[in-house]
């Protein structure tokens, strides 16, 4: 896809045949995580700071995953990376076709593309470990092991899309509520002891579901420095079976707008699909069917979170491609036009830059506003030097692809 974008300043118009609303959602999502790379937990001393103002702790756990079930706004981050990769898709594979590369080859890349992000996955996750830390439950590992079929669906109808990205919900749904529940004495103190559901939604309890004893398989397969028994957050490997299908329906919107048909009725369409696919989700919960579980990826979940990735790229792609006010969203566009080098940096460079501008500026500087807020600041900090790291290799056309 040929694109000239200028990057003279925030002010410069941006031109580009590329989907931008794209680039400005991956940016968004990116910024986001740098925003908080250097404390994780950048938001306990603020809450313990002001813990007599109610609406302060409700608007800062929307920062945090929640414990199990539910959504907050921080959960959105994985499927937002999941649906985009699914977009992107629609748009690379018929440019490597255009190039006049044949399905054999795109499929060896996608193959390719697949174990690299598997791979990157294990890597990120070992730093600081003394040997490899054998997970997959990383994003980009989750992206990794559902890349090729997804490419499998590519430039397939949509309605096969549609019902292959609805088998595979049904499917993991009838895995968990068939299997057998524990027994009576089944330790769930593995790793926090808690108990969340009774009844039917006792088959998505933690650590007592089929992706739990998968992982406790599988991950003992690899050579480890102890024994694997639970994750601590509930996270499995077979989560990408169902973020498969949100990956699916991000490839069917991509398509979709690839096609360049009307752009009013292409935005109808994601926002009427965003609003059905949210009230699905919810429907089933509430019909005592499936709740909404995050952690391990439950179909009302991944129906839920789908329904918000459409309205998001909707709202986006209203403002960036239809109405064309693309000026505002420049410096998220440079970020998301290298979302890996983002990535990457946000987990093996934000400490050291964070220990840098302490070596250089002293700590004084982040402790203007107070110790509760000192956090946030250093973050602040940290996010704005990856940006231009990030508008640096824009500048000189660096991209980092796989």
Known sequence: ????????????????????SLDAYRG???????????????M?????AYENVPWLGSLLVQFEHIEWQGITFWDMIQPSFMFMVGVSMAYSYASRQRQGHSYACMLCHACYRAIVLVLLGVLLRSLGSESTYWTLEDVVSQIGLGYVGL?????????????????LLF??????????????DYDYAIVDGKVYYEGFFAHWNKNAHPGHYFDQWLLNLFPREADFVANDGGYNTLNFIPSLSTMIFGLMAGELLRHRNDMKTNLYILITAGLLSIAIGWVLQAVGLCPIVKRIWTPSFGLLSTG??????????????LLKWQRWAWPAIIVGRNSIAMYCMIYMVAGWILSTLHTHFGTAIFEVCGDAFTPLLENFSVGLCLWMICWWMHSRKIFLRI
């Open 1 to 20: 896809m040929s694109e000239t974008i200028s990057t003279n300043g925030p002010a410069t118009r941006l031109k580009s045949d590329r989907l931008l």
């Open 28 to 42: 968004i999502v990116m910024l986001l995580l740098a925003f908080t790379a250097a404390h994780w937990g950048w």
């Open 44 to 48: 306990v001393p603020i809450e313990n």
């Open 151 to 167: 490419f499998l669906l590519w430039n397939k109808p949509w309605k096969i899309q549609l019902l292959a990205a609805l088998g």
């Open 171 to 184: 499917a993991y749904w009838a895995l968990f509520a068939f299997w057998p529940l524990p027994e009576s």
């Open 308 to 321: 918000l990735c459409l309205l998001c790229l909707g709202f986006l792609y209203a403002l960036i491609d």
